[in-house]
């Protein structure tokens, strides 16, 4: 069901708006200096939106796992110094997410002022779902917007709880901007894909992606698989995998997954980059087939198998991508996983999306990430909403 935009909420004036954002951005060794911005960069859109329209805006966030414990090093202070520079007018910060001086500091705002409370994880209760927190959380909030979909698949008290205590109250429960492109672009593609649609599915255990394999082969038109998951599906076939990485205790499941994508396209690779250790520097070898030598471990796919990945990506209408090809952090290894983002970036008729995590910093790490038609924020939320479950930060949102 179509969920509540704050684009379907033209006026905001008068009203209290408490915004989850996913500031949970890297700071330096002194917990002062933040090292990538991009995730405040992608809330610019939705508080602009708001603070234009006349809403107070009081904005909560996680960063990093202080365990329910004050961490001067993981306070969101510099962000608060960060995003006033980034929308060019100032944002207050309150040291605190709850409580008096809380209180205090929202009940004065005034239309178009912003405010970004201190972590809401220095509480236990957060991680709890705790009823009791969110309502000090959402205390004399009119309404609630979620524009962190990376914290979408976590019942939390500032993801899940607060949003229910304004709905009881009679307010409304709305996505900002970036969730609701999230919500656009994964949904539509598992929902409406345009055919062929190709899953492309990497990373290093199966055992991680087991539900997202099952979801995709009842959907995609073909799956290639990548990483160090195909040694485990190859071993069952009887192929060598040398010394690569491989999950002994999970053969068993390979074989069912395989059973199940008996006529569907489902490609393995036919060839891989072997290596003499998995690191830079290492001896390495293309094989002459999908056996990897003994002695030798698999770090990335070969030749062969980037052709073939080549021409499915080049068809399709389709294209979801989540787990690189290959060890693409090292140079040496990092050829497979790269074609292949320059193949989905090249395919201009595509939809292609990409999976966040350790695939959206690949195909920065490539230089294709402005040439795909989109890039999830959210790691553990992209790979459970392509699994097909209900995320909780999305449930909890009122419907159109």
Not at 52 to 69: D, E, I, M
Not at 256 to 277: I, M, N, Y
Request: charge should be positive.
């Amino acid at each position: 069901m179509a969920k509540l935009s704050i684009n379907d909420l033209k006026d905001f004036r008068g009203q209290r708006v408490l915004v989850r954002v996913d500031y949970n951005v890297p700071l330096d060794e002194t917990g002062t200096q933040i090292t990538d911005d991009k995730r405040i960069k992608a809330t610019v859109p939705t508080l602009e939106y708001l603070w234009k329209n006349g809403a107070r805006v009081v904005l909560c966030s996680h960063l990093g796992r202080p365990k329910g414990k004050r961490d001067p090093k993981q306070s969101l202070r510099p962000v608060a110094q960060r995003l006033a520079e980034l929308l060019a007018r100032p944002v207050a910060f309150v040291d605190d997410c709850i409580g008096d001086k809380v209180e205090k500091t929202v009940l004065i705002m005034q239309p178009g002022d912003i405010v970004l409370l201190e972590n809401v994880r220095f509480y236990a209760e957060e991680e709890k779902n705790d009823p009791a927190f969110a309502e000090k959380l959402a205390k004399n909030m009119d309404l609630y917007v979620n524009d962190a979909f990376g914290s979408a698949h976590r019942a939390h008290a500032s993801t899940h709880a607060a949003a229910e205590v304004i709905k009881k109250r009679g307010g409304k429960a709305a996505a900002g901007f970036l969730m609701e492109k999230e919500l656009k672009y994964l949904g539509g593609a598992l929902a409406h894909p345009g055919r062929p649609f190709v899953a492309i599915i990497g990373g290093a255990k199966v055992s991680d992606k087991i539900a997202v394999i099952e979801n995709l082969l009842q959907q995609a038109d073909a799956v290639l698989i990548g990483g160090a998951m195909a040694y485990t599906f190859l071993k069952t076939q009887g192929f060598g995998i040398g010394k690569s990485l491989v999950e002994n205790d999970k053969l068993d499941l390979a074989k069912e997954l395989l059973a199940k994508a008996k006529g569907k396209k489902f490609l393995l690779p036919s060839d891989h980059l072997q290596a003499t250790e998995p690191k830079a520097g290492a001896t390495t070898r293309i094989t002459d087939g999908p056996s990897i030598e003994d002695g030798w471990c698999g770090v990335d796919i070969g030749p062969q198998t980037i052709e073939r990945y080549k021409k499915e990506i080049a068809g399709a209408k389709t294209i979801i991508w989540n787990g690189p090809m290959g060890i693409f952090e090292v140079p040496e290894f990092s050829k497979g996983t790269f074609d292949v983002a320059k193949a989905v970036a090249e395919n201009k008729g595509a939809t292609s999306i990409i999976g966040g995590g350790d695939s959206a910093k690949a195909v920065k790490k490539a230089g294709y990430d402005k040439q795909v038609t989109f890039v999830s924020t959210g790691g553990g939320a992209s790979l459970e909403f392509l699994e097909g479950r209900e995320l909780p930060g999305v449930a909890v949102l009122s419907d159109k």
